[in-house]
């Protein structure tokens, strides 16, 4: 580790080096000629010694509310929740026991070898966010330009070769139709890549790494979107075993939240109407909010649909919603005609939800997991007001907290700077020293990317850009928070305020 020391005198400036514990003079008297690598060292002296002198950032609050827009509850009278990841946070053994069932059926279903059975869930190899490219068979993280983040991409559990990369794709940015599809007049083509934006897609992932690592490590030839849709259709269509094995021990896979009564309560004491919209069964929901809320959980909710089939509930319009008999676990077919509380609805559209309660626009606060299916469609064609709720907040703040993150984004920033200001030296002797220090930034950089995750980095960030996801994210959320409990610290009639962004132009401007 270098440790810069700064000597201001009379008639001359020096600047000593420390690494590892020998001291280096490096900087001369004023009175004579400084060589510019000198000059250069100098440089990089001061702007250390600058950033060792800068007081480091306070902590962010785990537990806060985000605002993307400026949002008054006192004009909200109606909640709406998600309830999988949004009410039912759920501990690590849900993502063992959705890797394990899909790893089964692969075996059952679809004939893959029984090696296969050996092969471990890897707690925390994905993450959130990332895409799949379907046709090279890479997981891979863009950011909000669609670049990739070198670095961040995988083929099974190896990661490729920045230069590997590049030459795939020929391009750091990649063509929007590559990663979205293109759906204009004549050039209709598909998407080849995947965006995986739920956290019931983390261990899906985890299983498609380790089963396309099995096959390069063993020779054995794979077609990548056959084995993600394999992989895909394995651990969905293992959900309602899944649901069963969650609902008979609730204990062992959703962690408990007391305060969640608590909110619920607050919300009806002063009037709102709650409505719940899952895309989960009953049994399986009301397994959860049994031990999450209380036996008389469905007392707070207005209207309640399991089965909701989102996004399709948000964008059909014809689709009938129907009573759940939950005795007989089966739904009636009889006409709805109008919403009561008490009774379990099924499928359905948020035009039917709409029509039949007053329910509209400003006046709905929703929470949801996930960017596209709760709260795109809602935002952009209903107007309604979104809360998203991010599990993955707590750790990323935790991380943004420690102090040796907060020492190592600070220089970072400070040595980026030198490097551009400094970037047209061009001698033999000054390209040493500029190499030095983008081999440093590279290190730096690396750091701050692999406290997060260790493949993949932050949820939110490429290394220095917004992610694909989080761009989404914020988009279409107004509000954003870890859990739904945080907000039984703001009273109904609180606004949320968004803090004034920065952009590149104004960084240096005195209101930052
Ligand atoms: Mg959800």
């Known amino acids: 580790m270098s440790v810069c020391k700064l000597v201001v005198g009379i008639n001359k400036i020096s600047c000593i080096s420390l690494t590892n514990g020998n001291a280096k ?169 995947v965006h995986l934006a739920d956290l019931f897609s983390v261990p899906e992932m985890g299983l498609l790494c380790n089963v396309a690592e099995y096959f390069i490590r063993n020779h054995i030839d794979y077609h990548p979107e056959i084995l993600f849709l394999d992989v895909k259709n394995s651990v969905q269509s293992s959900h309602p075993i899944m649901h069963k094995v969650v609902a008979q021990n609730v204990q062992e896979y959703i962690r408990p939240n007391p305060e969640l009564r608590n909110y619920f309560q607050m919300l009806q004491d002063n009037q709102k109407k709650l409505f719940l919209v899952t895309n989960s069964p009953f049994h399986f929901v009301n397994a959860g909010m049994d031990m999450l809320v209380g036996h008389d959980w469905r007392d707070f909710f207005d209207v309640v649909i399991v089965n909701a089939n989102k996004p399709k509930f948000f964008t059909e319009v014809s689709r009938p919603i129907r009573v759940f008999d939950k005795n007989a676990n089966t739904h009636i077919w009889e006409k709805v005609t109008s919403l009561e509380k008490g009774i379990i609805y099924y499928e359905g559209t948020v035009k039917q939800l709409q029509d039949l309660t007053g329910w509209s626009g400003h006046q709905v606060l929703y929470f949801g997991d996930h960017p596209y299916s709760d709260l795109a469609d809602v935002t952009l064609e209903h107007g309604w007001r979104t809360g998203a709720i991010i599990n993955e907040l707590t750790h990323e703040i935790n991380t943004l907290n420690m102090h040796s993150f907060k020492e190592n984004a600070n220089w970072l920033q400070m040595l980026t700077q030198l490097i551009e200001d400094h970037q047209d030296y061009k001698r033999p002797e000054e390209l040493e020293v500029l190499a030095q220090w983008m081999a440093e930034r590279d290190y730096l950089r690396n750091e701050i990317k692999a406290v997060f995750n260790p493949q993949f980095g932050s949820v939110f960030r490429t290394y220095h850009n917004p992610t694909y996801f989080s761009r989404r994210l914020f988009r279409f959320a107004d509000i954003y928070t870890s859990n739904i409990k945080h907000l039984l610290r703001y009273s109904t009639t609180h606004t949320f305020y968004p803090r004034r962004g920065v952009m590149p132009h104004e960084y240096g401007s005195y209101f930052v």
């Not at 059926?105 to 959130?128: D, G």
């Not at 046709?135 to 330009?145: I, R, Y």
């Open 25 to 193: 003079k490096i900087g001369v008297s004023l009175f004579r000629a400084f060589s510019s690598r000198d000059l250069l060292k100098e440089a990089y002296c001061r702007t250390k010694l600058k950033c060792r002198s800068k007081k480091l950032p306070q902590d962010v609050n785990p537990t806060g509310v985000f605002a993307c827009n400026e949002l008054d509850l006192s004009e909200v009278n109606v909640y709406g929740f998600d309830y999988d990841y949004t009410l039912a946070h759920y501990k690590p053994s849900l993502e063992h026991l959705l890797y394990n069932l899909g790893r089964e059926i692969l075996l059952e279903k679809y004939n893959y070898p029984p090696e296969i059975l050996k092969l471990e869930y890897k707690p925390n190899f994905a993450v959130r966010g990332l895409h799949y490219d379907i046709e090279k068979g890479l997981l891979l993280k863009l950011d909000s330009f669609l670049q990739i983040q070198f670095g961040a991409v995988y083929r099974g559990l190896t990661q490729v070769p920045s230069d590997e990369v590049l030459k795939l794709y020929k391009n750091r940015i990649i063509p929007i139709a590559y990663v979205e599809g293109d759906n204009r007049a004549h050039k209709s083509s598909r998407a080849k890549m």
